[in-house]
Each structure stands twice: as C-alpha cells, then as structure tokens.
C-alpha cells in the first residue's frame, strides 16, 4: 500500500505544484494596475529582441509601435458636423434628344400617309443629381464636370435646405471638375488640406448626397494613391486618384473626401463597381490637383494646363530596364517641351522638383499643377545614371503662352489664340490681348 500511495504522491505533486504556481501567478496579475497606453518600446529594447543576423530597423520599429500605442480611437463628430455643412446637393437639368424609329419607316406607302413626323427628332427633360463642395463663402463651389455636364439649368441646396440658381464659371473634362457660383454671403466653406501629406491608411471620410440622402457621411482608410483607373477618354485625360473604401455611391459625386481632421483632401468621382452602386472602392481627385483646376478655371475660363510633349507607360518587365519606378518616355513630340529640354526616347522621368515620381499617373498630376512657360527641374534616368534637365511646359498648341478662352466666334473663325506675356505687352505698348497662334480650317483660311 505505502508503495501505491508514493506513486500517486509522485505523480500528483507535480500538478499540485504547477496549479499552485499558476494560481500565484494569476494572482500577481490581476493585482498589478495596467498602463492605459501601451508605452513607447526603446532602441536598446528593439536591438536586444532582434536576431544577431537580420538587418536592424530599431528606428522604423519603434517608431511604429509608438504610433500603435499612442493613437486613440478615431472620432469624427467633430469632422462630421463641419464637412456636412460644407457640401451641398446640385440638380441638373438637360435636354436630350433622341431619333424615334419606326419598323414601317421604310415603306414609301407608310411614308406617303404619315409623312416623316415619326423620324423627326425627339425631346426629352433630363435630371441628373450630384454633390458639390463650398470653397469660399461668396459661392464658389467645386463639383464634378460628369455631374453639370450638358446642363441647360443648375441648382444648388445647401444642408439647410435653401435653394440658390448656380451659374457654370468652367470645367475641365480632362480631370472631371467644373467650377460653380451661387449668389449668397457667408456661406459656411471647407478648409483645404495638402493631398500629397496624405498617407495610405490614413482615416477618411466622404461626404455627399448618394440616392438623394442628404448631407450623409461614411468612413475608410486610403487604400492606394496616384491609382489610375483608364475612366477618361482623351488622352490629355490626367488620373491619379486618392483611392479608399468609404461607401460613394450614385449622388456622391462631386463631393467631399476629408480627413479626420475636416480638411478636404479630394473630389469623390468614381467607383470601381460592377453594379453602378459601391462595390468597394473609391477614388476622388487629390485637393491639391483640385485647386489648381478651380484656381484656373476662375482666373481664365478655362485650364491654364503645361505638357511636357511626351507619351509615358509605367515601368513593366517587358521593358528590360535596371530600375523599377518612374515613368518611361515611349515617344517624344518633335520640337515639344522635352525634346528642347534633351529628353529622349526610353529615358525614366524619376524625379520632378526634387519629389520622386513613382508612375506615370502621378507623373501626370505632378505636371498637371504646373501653367504654360513654368519651368520644371526634372531628373531623369538614363544608360545607369541619372541626369538633371530644365523644362519649360508648353500648351496644347506648343507654346508657352497662357491660353485664351476659346468663344464659339473664335472657333468658327478657325484660330486659336493666347494671352500676351508681359514682354508682349510691353513690345506692343497693350495692356491686354490675345494673338493667333494656330490658323484651322474655318473662315479666315478660306478668305
């Protein structure tokens, strides 16, 4: 018997043991108060948990842990109740017309008796809605070209419901905004925030009015930046959109992104969906894109654009190259902005301003900020070694004259025309003119 009960002594010390441990254990735990933060892990604490043979990180590691620990819960109310105010719902309104046919059209005999009232042209209202963004407390107000285009009347509601008839100053199809005014006074307006501080997984919000739902406003984070997604037909066409999962749906454009903060930080334009309705993903044009746009399309009617004179593709496998971002020159325009300038067939355009450029999509918005005759510091990539070139941007008609807004006149008389630089103006003692650069078929070719 005395050797049975050693055994089961033996064996159930063992688990007294450990149960007694735990206990002990447990109890040292649940008396020891936990930090409510999480604190800031050291260099020296980082170096001691790294393997001896992976490269160190301390820096970026506790940096980032820092930030983990740190960070609160994000809260939008106060985002929310500001932005809302800010956005407004814009009603378009557009004939359409359309051609009727008839199965009996083409019987002389059906002809005869009913005459052509059944092929002639039909007439029809449409109504389109969308959001729009206050930019300034006398009435300015951003949206996208999509949503006015065509439009015959434009109205404006703000979030407490007055109404106010807005004039179409310009748009831009080229990156889908136009630029509205209403005629009212301190109008509550966004603050604009610097689109390229933006960060990939950062907060956001987007603010509009989808199926009519006034002053509605849903949250992500940005998935991705400087995303093209081949939605423009032109090919003067500039994508490089902010691309994020907060829910956009039909009446969301031309609305607001912002930031945690309010600040706004892009347009809504487009989802990705096979539906028509949000499927996912997001995409508005970058604040600072935006402003450029409106800033021009208020001082001159039109987009005062720069083009480098270049065809660009992404860096693929395909084209064999020692480097992985930038831009690739595919073609050059004869006697454009960057054959001056000494670029070439097959050089990378990594570098504008000193900002490194990782796509041509974002190659596309950095230009697309710039006017006629600004000149730009590119660095280029070329044979392994990379090379400094000054740019000056030229318009479409490869000048770098700012442009003329081009009337209906202009256009039948068949010119193109541009504003006179300061050195013009003083060469011809003006204070203002316009002069023809391009001569088209029209009637002053013909007289």
């Known amino acids: 018997m005395s050797t049975k009960r050693s055994k089961v002594l033996y064996i159930l010390l063992p688990i007294a043991l450990s149960m007694i441990t735990s206990i002990l254990v447990f109890t040292a735990l649940m008396s020891t108060d936990l930090p409510s933060n999480l604190q800031k892990i050291s260099e020296e604490q980082v170096k001691e948990t790294e393997p001896a043979n992976r490269k160190p990180f301390p820096d970026f590691y506790a940096k980032h842990v820092s930030l983990m620990a740190n960070d609160s819960l994000p809260n939008f109310v106060g985002a929310a109740e500001y932005t809302t105010k800010c956005v407004v719902h814009i009603r378009s309104?557009?004939?359409?017309?359309?051609?009727?046919?008839?199965?009996?059209m083409d019987?002389?005999?059906?002809?005869?008796?009913?005459?052509?009232?059944?092929?002639?042209?039909?007439e029809y209202e449409n109504e389109a809605t969308g959001s729009g963004v206050i930019l300034s407390d006398s009435g300015y107000i951003v949206t996208n070209h999509h949503v006015i285009e065509g439009a015959t009347s434009l109205t404006v509601t703000t979030w407490n419901n007055v109404e106010y008839d807005a004039t179409l100053i310009g748009s831009d199809p080229d990156t889908d905004l136009a630029l509205l005014k209403v005629k009212a006074d301190n109008l509550p307006s966004i603050a604009i925030g610097n689109s390229d501080s933006v960060r990939i997984g950062e907060w956001v919000l987007a603010v509009g009015n989808?199926?009519?739902?006034?002053?509605?406003?849903?949250?992500?984070?940005v998935s991705a930046k400087s995303r093209n997604i081949n939605i423009g037909s032109a090919q003067t066409s500039v994508e490089s959109f902010i691309q994020t999962d907060a829910a956009v749906n039909p009446g969301n454009s031309g609305g607001a992104l912002v930031n945690a903060q309010g600040l706004l930080i892009g347009i809504n334009t487009a989802i990705a969906s096979p539906t028509g309705s949000y499927a996912g993903y997001s995409f508005a044009v970058p604040s600072n894109l935006m402003y450029k746009v409106v800033?021009?399309?208020?001082?001159?009617?039109?987009?005062?654009?720069?083009?480098?004179?270049v065809s660009i593709q992404d860096i693929s496998k395909?084209?064999?190259?020692?480097?992985?971002?930038?831009?690739?020159?595919?073609?050059?325009?004869e006697g454009g902005a960057a054959d001056k300038a000494g670029i070439k067939q097959g050089d990378v355009i990594i570098e504008v301003e000193n900002r490194p450029i990782q796509s041509s999509a974002e190659l596309q918005e950095r230009i697309a900020?710039?006017?006629?005759?600004?000149?730009?510091?590119?660095?280029?990539?070329?044979?392994?070694?990379?090379?400094?070139?000054?740019?000056?941007?030229?318009?479409?008609?490869?000048?770098?004259?700012?442009?003329?807004?081009?009337?209906?006149?202009?256009?039948?008389?068949?010119?193109?025309?541009?504003?006179?630089?300061?050195?013009?103006?003083?060469e011809y003692?003006?204070?203002?003119?316009?002069?023809?650069?391009?001569?088209?078929p029209g009637v002053i070719s013909e007289a």
Not at 393 to 416: F, H, V
Request: glycine share 8%; net charge negative; charged share 25%.
């Open 93 to 104: 309104k557009s004939t359409v017309s359309y051609q009727q046919s008839h199965p009996f």
């Open 107 to 122: 019987d002389p005999m059906f002809r005869y008796f009913f005459g052509d009232e059944f092929s002639n042209p039909q």
């Open 210 to 221: 989808p199926f009519n739902l006034s002053s509605t406003v849903t949250a992500g984070i």
């Open 295 to 309: 800033k021009d399309l208020k001082d001159f009617g039109i987009v005062q654009r720069g083009f480098l004179g």
């Open 318 to 333: 395909e084209l064999d190259l020692d480097i992985t971002m930038g831009a690739y020159v595919a073609e050059i325009v």
């Open 369 to 426: 900020s710039y006017r006629p005759g600004d000149e730009v510091t590119v660095k280029i990539w070329r044979d392994g070694k990379s090379l400094d070139k000054t740019i000056v941007l030229r318009n479409k008609d490869n000048e770098t004259s700012l442009m003329a807004k081009e009337s209906e006149k202009i256009d039948d008389l068949g010119i193109s025309v541009a504003v006179l630089n300061n050195e013009e103006l003083k």
């Open 429 to 440: 003692n003006l204070e203002f003119g316009v002069k023809i650069t391009h001569v088209h």
